[in-house]
């Protein structure tokens, strides 16, 4: 019999831990595996908040079964219907058949997509409630955060606010649920790099979710992914109201393709500028080495933007071009930008360079360095010019 962690009066964590995945929706690394958190609250009425990955429903399901202690499941929120949390709806509704599923509209659309489920539905609309006898269940819409049928659901009783993706994290939870009884600090990376990789396009409806949300007194952060938030939530917040309005701390992400080497020298010598005009931030990215993942992690997280590339059979290095597509996806907003490349015999890189930034519409420091073959001294200065004049920008903010 599993011994169920307690998030609040007779309101128990039953969300299971990955650590086999290599990669979140077969993209994004996962060195410290993931979470999947899903909340049950036995009151009068007994109420199940998502569920996780199918992968995981034999435990699961069986969390679910201690915990109800031979009673039913009344009602099962559906919060997001992504897989990695609704995966398991159609095993539950077959353990618990008169199990009412709590959705909106756009919910129970994909619900009979993903598991042609169209009966036994329970629809609520922005602020509706659910009484299960102590607790009081308010519903609130939060579309493209970052599906559109998405909504958060808050227990008016004890302050929790159940959020769905937001305020998520990669990593598993290590025998702790809640953070005050854990050691936060590899969290709060990987809240930055599970936001720019899943949330990060939809900066806009974050914000507008937040606002809805600044009214009620959240005591405790219920996410789907990562720890429960409770002393700390004040800092998951404003993270993800960081991020979500786009603002970058101090610091560059300098990201760079080479062949030859030739490239990676001129990076080094405008990371070596930076620094010595006192930018101590600098995180420099390989793109043949560096996972997109912790590249757009670090966009996300600084002001500064450099990229470098060598021409490409007259185009920019593909590995490049790969990460300007993610982040160029992402409509990454509000960042300085420097950029430099280099060729052999006919320069094609920071034309192309020039063109993604006209696309992204950051503000250009500096002047773009192009390199014909080996570093000569005029580029060496002009490198060095390039990392002052961000550095100069960024100490300006």
């Given at each position: 019999m599993?011994?169920?962690?307690?998030?609040?009066d007779?309101?128990?964590?039953?969300?299971?831990?990955d650590?086999?995945?290599?990669?979140?929706?077969?993209m994004?690394?996962?060195?410290?595996g993931?979470?999947?958190n899903?909340?049950?609250i036995?009151?009068?009425?007994?109420?199940?908040?998502?569920?996780?990955?199918?992968?995981?429903?034999?435990?699961?399901?069986?969390?679910?079964?201690?915990?109800?202690?031979?009673?039913?499941?009344?009602?099962?929120?559906?919060?997001?219907?992504?897989?990695?949390?609704?995966?398991?709806?159609?095993?539950?509704?077959?353990?618990?058949?008169d199990?009412?599923?709590?959705?909106?509209?756009?919910?129970?659309?994909m619900?009979?997509?993903?598991?042609?489920?169209?009966?036994?539905?329970?629809?609520?609309?922005?602020?509706?409630?659910?009484?299960?006898?102590?607790?009081?269940?308010?519903?609130?819409?939060?579309?493209?955060?970052?599906w559109?049928?998405?909504?958060?659901?808050?227990?008016?009783?004890?302050?929790?606010?159940?959020?769905?993706d937001?305020?998520?994290?990669?990593?598993?939870?290590?025998?702790?649920?809640?953070?005050?009884?854990?050691?936060?600090e590899?969290?709060?990376?990987?809240?930055?790099?599970?936001?720019?990789?899943?949330?990060?396009?939809?900066?806009?409806?974050?914000?507008?979710?937040?606002?809805?949300?600044?009214?009620l007194?959240?005591?405790?952060?219920?996410?789907?992914?990562?720890?429960?938030?409770?002393?700390?939530?004040?800092?998951?917040i404003?993270?993800?109201?960081?991020?979500?309005?786009?603002e970058?701390?101090?610091?560059v992400s300098?990201?760079?393709?080479?062949?030859?080497g030739?490239?990676?020298?001129?990076?080094?010598?405008?990371?070596?500028s930076l620094?010595?005009h006192?930018?101590?931030?600098?995180?420099?990215?390989?793109?043949?080495?560096?996972?997109?993942?912790?590249?757009?992690?670090?966009?996300?997280?600084?002001?500064?933007?450099?990229?470098?590339?060598?021409?490409y059979?007259?185009q920019?290095?593909?590995?490049?071009?790969?990460?300007?597509?993610?982040?160029?996806?992402?409509?990454?907003?509000?960042?300085?930008?420097?950029?430099?490349?280099?060729?052999?015999?006919?320069?094609?890189?920071?034309?192309?360079?020039?063109?993604f930034?006209?696309?992204?519409?950051?503000?250009?420091?500096?002047?773009?360095?192009?390199?014909?073959?080996?570093?000569?001294?005029?580029?060496?200065?002009?490198?060095?010019?390039?990392?002052?004049?961000?550095?100069?920008?960024?100490?300006?903010?």
């Amino acid at each position: 019999m599993y011994k169920l962690k307690t998030i609040a009066d007779n309101v128990f964590y039953v969300g299971v831990n990955d650590r086999q995945k290599a990669l979140f929706e077969n993209m994004w690394p996962l060195p410290y595996g993931v979470s999947y958190n899903s909340y049950l609250i036995v009151d009068e009425k007994t109420v199940l908040i998502d569920t996780v990955d199918i992968c995981y429903s034999d435990i699961f399901l069986k969390k679910i079964e201690d915990a109800l202690q031979g009673r039913s499941l009344d009602y099962l929120i559906v919060d997001h219907m992504e897989p990695d949390h609704a995966g398991s709806i159609r095993l539950l509704r077959q353990r618990y058949p008169d199990m009412q599923i709590v959705g909106n509209n756009k919910t129970f659309g994909m619900l009979a997509g993903y598991h042609g489920i169209n009966t036994g539905l329970y629809e609520v609309k922005e602020g509706d409630s659910l009484d299960t006898g102590h607790h009081k269940l308010t519903f609130y819409m939060a579309p493209m955060v970052h599906w559109p049928e998405v909504m958060v659901t808050y227990d008016e009783t004890d302050k929790i606010l159940f959020s769905a993706d937001a305020f998520g994290t990669f990593g598993t939870l290590d025998g702790n649920v809640i953070d005050a009884e854990m050691n936060t600090e590899h969290y709060w990376e990987e809240m930055i790099r599970y936001y720019s990789n899943i949330v990060g396009k939809y900066g806009s409806p974050v914000q507008r979710a937040l606002q809805k949300l600044s009214g009620l007194d959240i005591q405790t952060i219920c996410s789907t992914h990562g720890p429960v938030w409770r002393e700390q939530k004040g800092k998951a917040i404003q993270i993800y109201d960081q991020l979500s309005r786009y603002e970058g701390e101090e610091g560059v992400s300098l990201i760079y393709g080479s062949m030859y080497g030739n490239t990676e020298q001129m990076a080094e010598v405008i990371a070596s500028s930076l620094s010595d005009h006192g930018i101590k931030n600098i995180v420099m990215h390989n793109v043949s080495k560096s996972n997109a993942s912790y590249i757009l992690k670090d966009v996300f997280k600084y002001k500064g933007v450099i990229v470098g590339s060598p021409t490409y059979s007259n185009q920019l290095f593909p590995e490049v071009e790969a990460v300007l597509n993610k982040i160029e996806l992402r409509e990454i907003k509000n960042r300085y930008f420097g950029y430099f490349g280099s060729f052999t015999w006919a320069g094609a890189a920071v034309k192309r360079l020039a063109a993604f930034n006209e696309k992204m519409n950051w503000e250009v420091i500096g002047e773009p360095v192009e390199q014909k073959q080996g570093l000569l001294s005029e580029k060496y200065d002009e490198c060095r010019a390039l990392g002052k004049a961000m550095a100069e920008k960024l100490k300006q903010q």
